[in-house]
């Protein structure tokens, strides 16, 4: 073989890696921040930044490999693997840096792969810290092309160059600009510590209510004096702050990529404890009203394939994973109801996806849905959220690595009678006790833990703590008390210690 040829193989994989990992990046970043105006989905996004990522390590290492056939390079094995052991010099004036620059950056392209790949192993904080070394990555490649290059006097290599610094430094500037939306519920996090003092509130403005179906109010929120909206992803929810005194959250169900807007929709519980029934009597639009949020413990992950089931009301964050979804998912949605005018939204979405929407109308079909029928073969990932009874009968059939459910209303785990125990906020070293009849939320907050909470009944999960010593008594309804054992969290607004202490990272 002609050895002229490896030259131009270690010349064109170098170029090539180097965008591929420009892209992988940005995409990255468009995964992150979901800025992209058409239809998208986590999914989607993630599948070609997991595969532009894994294109940028094989040329990496096609163009590792082929200096050391490139008779113009001289490189030996020791050489590419231990920074400043070659005596290749691109720039004479730097003498070895770029050379080391180049080892440096293959270490860090490896440690971001790997630790991607055991994302789910590591702890949060530690992959964060590796991933986000991916942003230096690209601007040490940089400099690494530009010096030990041969091609930097080409006119070609320098459009090249500059067009793939040019995209690195736009999505930088994206990456800042537009901000992750906050994520203050963990179910899935490990690691995180929680979110005290921080609530994100503002006032929005409320431009249109209308009936989305019988006892169900849409409300749209605008940011006054402002065009585009914080950015979210489907499952997310917003806390409105009622003028009397009462929070309630409300799942935000318009497509996630219209940031023009909020919108929610309201049912008027027939058990209301004030908050549905005030928002039904009293809003209307023009008003301006506290608003915190988005947050999202319900997140749509990656799957190839989608079954989303809803029940009355739970249709709102569904409709928002649905309208996230790209043409060629797959997908199906159950929406169960007692009256077809009782469904929000059912007209829309039977108009617009067709047969992939099957609707059960009590009214009309009778009977529960066939849950068994709709089951039978499927293994991708299914989304329920709905009454009790509902979720209930989807847990008894699947897996629990493919279901993911939302409640809006608290499981009744009475524990017996509470007994007092003393409570110990370890950063602030204060030790309180915790009376029968008091809450542990009650008790933080009065002490100075400045807790954040929103439901009270152990259903949002608004108010994670982790949990630092000390047995836990888990009362909520947010997940499995095995899940929050490992994890090491539990809610405060319903739950309490088993023994006599307890110590919380407050």
């Not at 990496?60 to 030996?76: K, R, V």
């Not at 092309?145 to 500037?173: E, H, K, N, P, Q």
């Not at 992950?301 to 989608?306: D, F, L, Q, V």
């Not at 109801?337 to 009778?366: N, P, W, Y």
């Amino acid at each position: 073989m002609n050895p002229v040829i490896w030259n131009y193989v270690t010349r064109s994989s170098a170029l090539i890696a180097w965008s591929l990992l420009v892209i992988s990046v940005m995409w990255g970043i468009l995964l992150s921040t979901r800025i992209l105006k058409p239809k998208d989905s986590p999914g989607w996004l993630l599948d070609l930044h997991r595969w532009l990522s894994g294109l940028a390590v094989i040329f990496t290492i096609l163009h590792i490999g082929s200096l050391l056939y490139d008779p113009y390079a001289d490189f030996q094995i020791p050489d590419l693997f231990i920074p400043f052991r070659s005596k290749y010099t691109g720039a004479a004036s730097l003498g070895p840096w770029p050379i080391a620059l180049g080892v440096l950056c293959f270490y860090i392209l490896i440690a971001v792969q790997v630790t991607s790949l055991m994302m789910k192993k590591l702890p949060r904080r530690f992959w964060k810290v590796i991933h986000y070394s991916s942003y230096v990555l690209v601007l040490v490649v940089s400099f690494h092309a530009g010096w030990s290059g041969t091609d930097t006097r080409a006119w070609m290599y320098r459009i090249t160059a500059l067009a793939l610094i040019f995209f690195t430094t736009v999505a930088l500037i994206v990456r800042i600009l537009f901000p992750k939306p906050a994520k203050t519920l963990a179910a899935t996090v490990e690691g995180r510590r929680p979110n005290q003092n921080i609530e994100n509130k503002r006032n929005l403005a409320i431009t249109k209510t209308y009936s989305a179906a019988t006892g169900i109010l849409g409300i749209d929120f605008i940011i006054p004096m402002q065009e585009v909206m914080p950015s979210w992803v489907p499952g997310s929810h917003i806390t409105l702050h009622l003028p009397n005194g009462l929070k309630r959250q409300y799942s935000l169900c318009s497509d996630p990529t219209d940031r023009t807007h909020y919108s929610v929709a309201v049912l008027n519980s027939p058990n209301s404890r004030g908050g549905s029934s005030w928002i039904h009597e009293n809003l209307k639009a023009g008003m301006t009203l506290e608003v915190s949020g988005p947050h999202n413990h319900f997140e749509l992950e990656h799957a190839s394939e989608y079954l989303f089931v809803a029940g009355g009301i739970g249709i709102t964050p569904m409709k928002a994973m649905i309208d996230s979804m790209p043409h060629r998912r797959h997908w199906r949605l159950l929406y169960a109801g007692r009256s077809r005018s009782s469904m929000a939204f059912v007209d829309e979405l039977v108009a617009e996806h067709g047969s992939k929407v099957i609707v059960h109308a009590d009214d009309e079909q009778g009977g529960i849905p066939d849950l068994d029928a709709l089951l039978a073969g499927f293994e991708g990932h299914v989304y329920v959220c709905g009454p009790e009874p509902l979720l209930n009968a989807m847990i008894q059939r699947v897996p629990a690595q493919r279901l993911h459910f939302e409640r809006f209303s608290a499981v009744d785990r009475d524990s017996g009678e509470s007994e007092s125990f003393e409570l110990k906020l370890s950063r602030s070293n204060k030790t309180v006790t915790v009376a029968k009849d008091e809450t542990l939320l009650d008790a933080i907050n009065a002490n100075g833990g400045a807790l954040i909470s929103s439901c009270g009944e152990g259903v949002c999960g608004t108010c994670e703590v982790r949990v630092l010593k000390g047995t836990p008594i888990h009362l909520d309804s947010v997940m499995s008390d095995e899940d929050k054992d490992a994890i090491g969290v539990m809610y405060p607004c319903v739950s309490r210690a088993a023994g006599k202490e307890l110590v919380l990272d407050i």
